[in-house]
């Protein structure tokens, strides 16, 4: 890679900005997979920088989730005095995943106005960047599945093959989380307050979402319940907790639909910010 000036950044052969919807997608997914070798080289400088590749690091992976699940087994179990079977299982099974959503979010959504310096001296295509923020979270959260080897320790009754399948439904949670990072990145390098909203929409999408309940605690066809489906981290929490503590099949519907919901929103995503990435030199 060369150093370029920041006009050469800003105007790239073949402006976006007169290029077809399909077209925008094409370059973007092709910038995806022709810069393979560089993504992997940015998951790893991201690892450095969020001290993922250190031993504290993989540790505090192990040990967050851990202690957010005691919080809330104290919370729910002491306080509110709700009794739920093996529910320090029950839990941890949508706090991992959880942990792993909001943190790669937020990652991906600064990923471009926390590389200012390398935008304005290297020519690249940018949309590596959420790109590589989303794959470094998804190496950290394999790390945090070891913390839930050690749940499974005092609840081996709930082992079973189906837990198997938590790699298939990561896959699902990583094109949604991608597609979301994608834009939110795209829209942060304009409105910079796009970052500062999302922690308190993330906090609050926690609670709408089946982290701390089921969705079965919901009266069938109530309104709460209808709502809650229409959440897609709903049937992604949902998903684990069956393979998990629930030992049964994933909601394979539920899945299918977020799915399909994040091809679309990638393809969109993608267009988007191939649409405005000419202006990033010019503006950060």
Same mark, same amino acid.
């Given at each position: 890679?060369?150093?370029?000036?920041?006009?050469?950044?800003?105007?790239?052969?073949?402006?976006?900005?007169?290029?077809?919807?399909?077209?925008?997608?094409?370059?973007?997914?092709?910038?995806?997979?022709?810069?393979?070798?560089?993504?992997?080289?940015?998951?790893?400088?991201?690892?450095?920088?969020?001290?993922?590749?250190?031993?504290?690091?993989?540790?505090?992976?192990?040990?967050?989730? *851990?202690?957010?699940?005691?919080?809330? &087994?104290?919370?729910?179990?002491?306080?509110?005095?709700?009794?739920?079977?093996?529910?320090?299982?029950?839990?941890?099974?949508?706090?991992?995943?959880?942990?792993?959503?909001?943190?790669?979010?937020?990652? #991906?959504? =600064?990923?471009?106005?926390?590389?200012?310096?390398?935008?304005?001296?290297?020519?690249?295509?940018?949309?590596?960047?959420?790109?590589?923020?989303?794959?470094?979270?998804?190496?950290?959260?394999?790390?945090?599945?070891?913390?839930?080897?050690?749940?499974?320790? +005092?609840?081996?009754?709930?082992?079973?093959?189906?837990?198997? *399948?938590?790699?298939?439904? #990561?896959?699902?949670?990583? #094109? +949604? =989380?991608?597609?979301?990072? &994608?834009?939110?990145?795209?829209?942060?390098?304009?409105?910079?307050?796009?970052? !500062?909203?999302?922690?308190?929409? =993330?906090?609050?999408?926690?609670?709408?979402?089946?982290?701390?309940?089921?969705?079965?605690?919901?009266?069938?066809?109530?309104?709460?319940?209808?709502?809650?489906? *229409? !959440?897609?981290?709903?049937?992604?929490?949902?998903?684990?907790?069956?393979?998990?503590?629930?030992?049964?099949?994933?909601?394979?519907?539920? *899945?299918?639909?977020?799915?399909?919901?994040?091809?679309?929103?990638?393809?969109?995503?993608?267009?988007?910010?191939?649409?405005?990435?000419?202006?990033?030199?010019?503006?950060?």
């Amino acid at each position: 890679m060369t150093a370029t000036s920041p006009d050469a950044l800003a105007a790239p052969p073949g402006p976006a900005g007169r290029q077809s919807f399909p077209g925008l997608v094409g370059r973007g997914l092709r910038d995806i997979r022709q810069r393979h070798r560089l993504i992997r080289y940015l998951v790893g400088a991201d690892l450095k920088r969020t001290h993922a590749d250190t031993l504290f690091g993989q540790i505090w992976w192990l040990l967050d989730p *851990l202690l957010q699940m005691a919080i809330y &087994v104290v919370l729910v179990t002491v306080i509110f005095r709700r009794a739920t079977p093996d529910y320090p299982l029950f839990l941890f099974a949508a706090i991992l995943p959880w942990k792993w959503f909001a943190t790669t979010l937020n990652d #991906a959504t =600064t990923s471009v106005t926390g590389r200012q310096g390398l935008i304005r001296q290297i020519q690249f295509p940018k949309l590596v960047l959420p790109t590589a923020a989303v794959t470094a979270g998804t190496v950290s959260f394999a790390v945090g599945l070891l913390a839930l080897g050690m749940v499974y320790v +005092f609840y081996l009754h709930r082992l079973s093959a189906w837990v198997l *399948l938590i790699p298939l439904i #990561a896959v699902v949670q990583y #094109a +949604f =989380t991608l597609a979301l990072g &994608v834009a939110l990145a795209a829209m942060n390098a304009f409105y910079r307050d796009v970052h !500062n909203v999302l922690r308190h929409v =993330t906090r609050l999408w926690f609670y709408l979402s089946p982290a701390l309940y089921s969705i079965n605690d919901l009266r069938e066809g109530s309104v709460e319940r209808f709502v809650l489906q *229409l !959440n897609p981290m709903t049937h992604l929490l949902e998903s684990y907790r069956a393979v998990t503590w629930g030992t049964s099949a994933p909601d394979w519907l539920g *899945l299918l639909a977020v799915l399909g919901l994040s091809v679309v929103l990638l393809v969109f995503a993608v267009a988007l910010f191939k649409r405005v990435e000419p202006a990033f030199a010019r503006i950060l």
